[in-house]
C-alpha cells in the first residue's frame, strides 16, 4: 500500500496547488490513505479530517518541522499524538521554545539524520517519502505562476519547480522507491489509526466553578426582572416565559454560556462603555433582557426566542454584541484577563483568491500589459467574481477575453478559492474552559498580544468551542461621544437608554427626510422610503430597514398602500389577522412567518423554526418533503387540502424576503438614539458626525438649515478634531489632508506655549512651526487650508504663499519671545480672480469644502431649475440619471477597442469632484462645445462603474 505521505496542500501558501478534496480524491481513487503534512502549520488538518471521513479515506496527518538543524516529519499515530501535533505547531507559530520530547506520545518521527532525544523514529532515507505540491505533470506550470506570486517575481524570474513533486500512484511509485522503503512506509501508514473526537461536546469556561450555574442564572434573572419590569408583581406573561427560556437553556448546558456573555457586557457597561441594545436574534430572549446583555424587551415587540435558540436546534447559541468601535478592545482585554491568555483567542479567517485578484497576479506574472488587466478586471462584479466559468457564460466581453488570453483564465479558474493568506476575523473569539491548543492549532496575531487559532470559525464549533462575537459599531462611538459632548457644552447628562420613544419632533423630522447622518436611514433610497412611510413609531423604523433591501419592491408598494388605506388589506385566512395587522397584512418578519406555520399546520416554534430555515434555502428536494409534511400537518389542524397548498404558496412567496425582527427592531433603537440627539441637540451631533465623514461639503447646507455656523480650520482656535464655541462648529487640524497626529501635537503644544495660548502674528506662528520641524510644505497646507486668515490683518492668502520661505529663513534667527533678529523681507503681491479661484480649490482639496464660493455657485443662482439639479456627493455611488452644473476640470480623448473615439473627463462643484465618461455617441456630438474650465449643464447616468455624461449644454 502506497500513500504520498509528504503532501503539501494550499494551506502552504501559494507553494502548492493542491487543494484539500484534491488530496482526498486522489487517494480514494487510488484506493490509498490521504496524507496532509505542511510547513509548521495545520491550518487544513481538521477540513480535511472531515473531507476524509465524508469519503471514507483514512486521514494521515503531520507537520513537517525544523528542530535542532534537523529536518523532521511528526505523524499523528492517533488522537493523543494529534494533541501533540496542535501543541508543537502552536509553540511554533507564537514563537514559544519548547522541548519536543515533552511531545512525543502518539507520534511517529521520521527525520533526515540520527536524533538524540529519541529512538522511535525513522531515518527518511529508509523510507518512501514522496513530496508532492502538484497534482500531475501538468500542473507544474501553475506551481510556478504561483510561486511567482508568492515572490512578486515575473515568471521569467521564478525557478522552475523541482521535477516530480506531484501525487504518484502505487505503479509510479513503485519504479522510483526500492521495496524496503515502501515496505518502511506501509509499516508507518499501518500503525495510524486516528480518530479525532471531542472531549467536551461544549468546551466553555465556567463561570463560577464553586456554584450551580443553573443556580446561579435563575437567581440573576428573577433579580433582573424585577428590576427591569421595576415591580415584584410580576405578570404571569413574564413569569411562563422565564421559565421556558431557563428550562431549554439549563436542559441544553447553556448555562455557563449566557452568564459569561452577561459577565462581559455588565462589566462593559460598569466601566461606562456603550453597549448596543441587540442585535440579531438574541433580542428575541427575555433572559437576554433581564441578564442586561440585550436591552429590548422581547414581550412588548412579540419576538420569539425559539428564532434563537431551541431545543430541536443543533446549533449552538451565537450572542453577537456590539460596542463602540474604540472601546471593543479594553472587552477583549478583560476576557483575556479574566480567562487566562491560554483560553482566548481570536478567530482566523482566510482569505481566498477571488477572479479580480487572481487575474491581476496571474496576468503581472505572465507579463501582460496591466492596461488590458484593468480592462478585463473591470467586467467583473460582486455576482460574478467566485465563478469565473459562469461569468464567462453570461458575460460577451468576459469570453471575448478569455478567447483571446486563455493561458491568463486557464489558471484563473484553477486558482479561484485557494487561500492567499491568514487574517483575523472581524469580530469572533474563542473562550474554552481548557488550554485552547488542547483543541486547537494557535498562532500568533499580530494585532496585539492574544493568539489566533490556526482553524477557521466553521471548525470551531465542531470541535465543542463556541465563538463569542465582539462587534465594532461606530454609530455607538458617535453616539458616546455625542453624549460626551453634550455633557461638556450644557452639562446635561443624556442617559439614551431613558428618552422617550415616542418624540413628535424626531418622527416628524424623519417623516420630512432629514435623514442625514441617521444610522441606517442616511442613503437617498431609505430617505425617500422614509418619507412614504412617515414613520411615527420604533415600530415603523424597524420596519423600513426591513422592507428596503433587493427584490422587495413588491412588498414595499404593498405595504404603503394598505398603510394608506387599511381597507385594501387581504388576509388569506382570518387566523393570520392578529399576526399580520401590525404589519399592514403583509410578512416581513421572519417571526411572522414561524407564528403562521404554527398556526396553520399546530407545529411548535421549534418546528416552525426548522420549517422557516428549509423554505429559505430553496433546496428542491429538501422543499418538496417540506410541502407534502406541510400539507399533511394543516389537513390534520383542520384546513382543506385546497386550503393547505394555498397557505404553503402563500408563505413560499415571502419566505426569502422574511427579515429577523429582533434584529431590526433592535437596530432601530440606535436609528432612533440618533435622530434624537441630532433633533435635541444639533451641533453636538453634527460636530462629532463631521469627524466620521470625508463629505464634509455635503452637509453644509444641511447644517445651515439648523442655524449653526461652520468655521474653517483656525491656527488660534482649532483643536485635534471638531469643536464647538458660541459661535458654532470650528474644524479641527486633521481634517487637513497631510497634516498627522504629530504635526497637530506640536502646533497645539507651541500655541500653549504662547501668551495667551494663541499666536500674536503670522510671522511668529510660521517662524515657531518652522523651528520645531513643521516643514515649509506643511504650513503652506495650513495657510490654504484659512488656518492663518484670522492673523492675515490686510494681507491675503497668496501674499502669504508668496513670502513663506523668507519667514522660514529668517525663523532661525528667531528669540524664544518670538521676535527674529533678522527680518524678513516680503514681497507684495496683487491677487487676481483667478488667484482666487485657486486658492478656492486648493481649500476644497485640502478640507473637503471651501469656504469661498465655488465658481458653480455662482452659475446655479443664475440658473432657473436649482430645484432640479443634483450635486456631485449626492451622485457619487448611487444609481440613477441626473442633472447637474458642473465644472469640466479636465478631459482627454481616448479610443476604444473598436477604435472610436470618447473621452475621459474630470468634473467639479461646490461639494466634490468625480471621473466621467462621454462614450463615443456622446462624444462625437458635443466634442465641439468641450473646454477645460467651463461649465456645463450635464445629464448623468451614475452606474456601477462610475459617471457617463448622456447630454451636455454649455453655460454662457
Request: hydrophobic residues 40%; proline residues 3%; contains cysteine.
Amino acid at each position: 500500500m502506497f500513500a504520498n505521505l509528504n503532501t503539501h496542500s494550499y494551506f502552504s501558501f501559494l507553494n502548492s496547488t493542491l487543494s484539500l478534496e484534491d488530496i482526498v480524491l486522489f487517494a480514494k481513487k487510488n484506493n490509498s490513505p490521504a496524507c496532509l503534512i505542511d510547513f509548521s502549520t495545520m491550518h487544513g488538518a481538521i477540513e480535511f479530517y472531515k473531507i476524509c471521513e465524508k469519503e471514507n479515506v483514512k486521514p494521515v496527518i503531520g507537520l513537517q518541522i525544523k528542530y535542532q538543524d534537523n529536518n523532521i516529519f511528526l505523524i499523528a499515530q492517533n488522537f493523543v499524538g494529534y494533541k501533540n501535533l496542535l501543541k508543537v505547531s502552536s509553540c511554533i507559530n507564537t514563537n514559544e521554545d519548547y522541548d519536543i520530547t515533552k511531545y512525543l506520545e502518539g507520534l511517529i518521527v521520521i527525520a533526515d539524520s540520527n536524533i538524540s532525544w529519541t529512538e522511535k523514529f525513522y531515518l527518511s532515507s529508509d523510507v518512501a517519502i514522496q513530496e508532492a505540491f502538484y497534482l500531475n505533470e501538468e500542473d507544474a506550470g501553475l506551481l510556478k505562476i504561483i510561486r511567482s506570486i508568492n515572490s512578486g517575481s515575473s515568471l521569467e524570474e521564478t525557478p522552475t519547480p523541482e521535477a516530480g513533486k506531484y501525487l504518484l500512484d502505487e505503479s509510479e511509485a513503485k519504479k522510483i522507491f526500492s521495496s524496503k522503503q515502501l515496505a518502511t512506509l506501509e509499516e508507518i501508514i499501518n500503525s495510524v489509526d486516528l480518530k479525532i473526537v471531542t472531549e467536551n461536546a461544549f468546551n466553555f469556561p465556567r463561570y463560577d466553578a464553586a456554584k450551580d450555574s443553573s443556580v446561579v442564572l435563575q437567581e440573576l434573572c428573577m433579580n433582573g426582572l424585577s428590576k427591569r419590569l421595576n415591580t415584584s408583581a410580576i405578570p404571569t406573561s413574564y413569569n411562563e416565559r422565564l421559565k421556558y427560556e431557563l428550562s431549554i437553556i439549563n436542559a441544553m448546558k447553556y448555562n455557563d454560556y449566557f452568564l459569561v456573555v452577561q459577565d462581559y457586557v455588565n462589566w462593559a457597561k460598569s466601566q461606562n462603555i456603550l453597549v448596543g441594545p441587540g442585535r440579531g436574534s438574541a433580542a428575541g430572549s427575555l433572559i437576554s433582557y433581564v441578564l442586561g446583555i440585550t436591552d429590548i424587551d422581547p414581550l412588548k415587540y412579540n419576538l420569539i426566542f425559539e428564532r434563537f435558540l431551541n431545543i430541536d436546534r443543533k446549533d449552538k447559541p451565537d450572542i453577537d454584541i456590539d460596542f463602540p468601535d474604540t472601546d471593543r478592545q479594553k472587552v477583549l482585554e478583560y476576557l483575556y484577563n479574566r480567562y487566562s491568555k491560554n483560553n482566548v483567542a481570536h478567530v482566523s479567517t482566510f482569505q481566498t483568491m477571488k477572479a479580480k485578484s487572481a487575474i491581476r497576479d496571474i496576468g503581472k506574472s505572465l507579463g501582460i500589459d496591466p492596461s488590458i488587466i484593468n480592462l478585463i478586471t473591470k467586467e467583473f462584479n460582486s455576482d460574478n467574481e467566485d465563478d469565473v466559468k459562469k461569468a464567462i457564460e453570461s458575460s460577451s466581453a468576459i469570453k471575448s477575453y478569455s478567447e483571446k488570453y486563455p493561458e491568463l483564465f486557464k489558471h484563473t479558474l484553477r486558482i479561484i478559492g485557494f487561500p492567499r493568506q491568514i487574517g483575523t476575523h472581524a469580530s469572533a473569539v474563542v473562550i474554552s474552559l481548557t488550554p485552547l491548543n488542547d483543541v486547537v492549532p494557535l498562532m500568533t496575531n499580530s494585532q496585539d498580544s492574544i493568539l489566533s487559532t490556526q482553524y477557521a470559525a466553521d471548525y470551531l464549533e465542531k470541535l465543542g468551542l463556541v465563538k463569542v462575537d465582539l462587534l465594532s459599531l461606530s454609530n455607538l462611538t458617535t453616539i458616546q461621544n455625542i453624549i460626551s459632548l453634550v455633557k461638556t457644552t450644557r452639562g446635561e447628562s443624556v442617559d439614551i437608554f431613558t428618552i422617550p420613544l415616542d418624540d413628535k419632533k424626531v418622527f416628524s423630522t424623519l417623516s420630512a427626510g432629514e435623514t442625514s447622518g441617521i444610522f441606517q436611514l442616511s442613503s437617498p433610497g431609505i430617505t425617500s422610503l422614509t418619507k412614504r412611510i412617515k414613520p411615527t413609531s420604533i415600530q415603523d423604523i424597524s420596519t423600513i430597514s426591513a422592507l428596503f433591501r433587493p427584490g422587495a419592491n413588491t412588498l414595499m408598494n404593498e405595504y404603503i398602500a394598505n398603510r394608506q388605506d387599511p381597507s385594501k388589506i387581504k388576509y388569506l385566512n382570518d387566523n393570520f389577522k392578529s399576526i399580520l395587522l401590525p404589519t399592514y397584512g403583509v410578512i416581513i418578519y421572519q417571526e411572522q412567518l414561524m407564528e403562521i406555520v404554527k398556526v396553520s399546520a399546530n407545529y411548535t416554534m421549534s418546528q416552525a423554526d426548522a420549517f422557516r430555515k428549509i423554505i429559505s434555502k430553496k433546496n428542491k428536494v429538501e422543499l418538496l418533503k417540506l410541502e407534502d409534511d406541510f400539507k399533511k400537518a394543516t389537513i390534520a389542524n383542520g384546513y382543506s387540502a385546497e386550503q393547505s397548498i394555498e397557505i404553503f404558496k402563500y408563505i413560499e412567496r415571502f419566505a426569502s424576503y422574511g427579515f429577523n425582527m429582533s434584529h431590526s427592531i433592535s437596530y432601530s433603537y440606535v436609528s432612533y438614539w440618533l435622530a434624537y440627539l441630532k433633533c435635541h441637540y444639533p451641533q453636538e451631533f453634527f460636530a462629532i458626525f463631521l469627524s466620521s465623514t470625508s463629505e464634509i461639503g455635503k452637509y453644509l447646507n444641511i447644517i445651515k438649515t439648523y442655524g449653526i455656523s461652520i468655521f474653517q480650520p483656525s491656527i488660534n482656535t482649532s483643536q485635534y478634531g471638531f469643536t464647538l464655541n458660541k459661535q458654532g462648529i470650528v474644524m479641527g487640524f486633521n481634517c487637513i489632508k497631510g497634516i498627522g497626529n504629530e504635526i497637530i501635537k506640536s502646533i497645539l503644544n507651541l500655541r500653549d506655549s504662547r501668551p495667551d495660548k494663541k499666536f500674536s502674528t503670522y510671522i511668529e506662528a510660521i517662524g515657531m512651526l518652522a523651528n520645531n520641524s513643521v516643514g515649509e510644505k506643511t504650513i503652506e497646507s495650513l495657510i490654504l487650508s484659512g488656518a492663518f486668515d484670522e492673523l492675515l490683518q490686510n494681507k491675503t492668502r497668496t501674499f502669504l504663499i508668496k513670502n513663506i520661505h523668507q519667514i522660514v529663513l529668517s525663523s532661525k534667527t528667531m528669540l524664544k519671545t518670538g521676535e527674529m533678529l533678522i527680518k524678513p523681507v516680503l514681497q507684495e503681491v496683487e491677487e487676481s480672480t483667478q488667484d482666487l479661484e485657486d486658492l478656492s480649490a486648493k481649500q476644497f482639496a485640502l478640507i473637503g469644502v471651501s469656504f469661498n464660493e465655488h465658481p458653480t455657485q455662482k452659475f446655479k443662482k443664475s440658473y432657473n431649475a436649482t430645484s432640479d439639479l443634483k450635486t456631485i456627493s449626492e451622485m457619487i455611488n448611487k444609481k440613477g440619471k441626473y442633472t447637474a452644473l458642473v465644472l469640466l476640470k479636465s478631459f482627454r480623448s481616448i479610443t476604444t477597442k473598436t477604435g472610436l473615439p470618447m473621452a475621459m473627463g474630470t468634473i467639479e462643484d461646490e461639494t466634490g469632484s468625480s471621473g466621467i465618461a462621454l462614450f463615443p455617441a456622446v462624444y462625437s456630438k458635443f466634442s465641439n462645445i468641450l473646454k477645460n474650465g467651463e461649465h456645463y449643464i450635464m445629464a448623468i447616468d451614475s452606474t456601477d462603474r462610475g459617471m457617463q455624461a448622456l447630454k451636455i449644454e454649455l453655460i454662457v
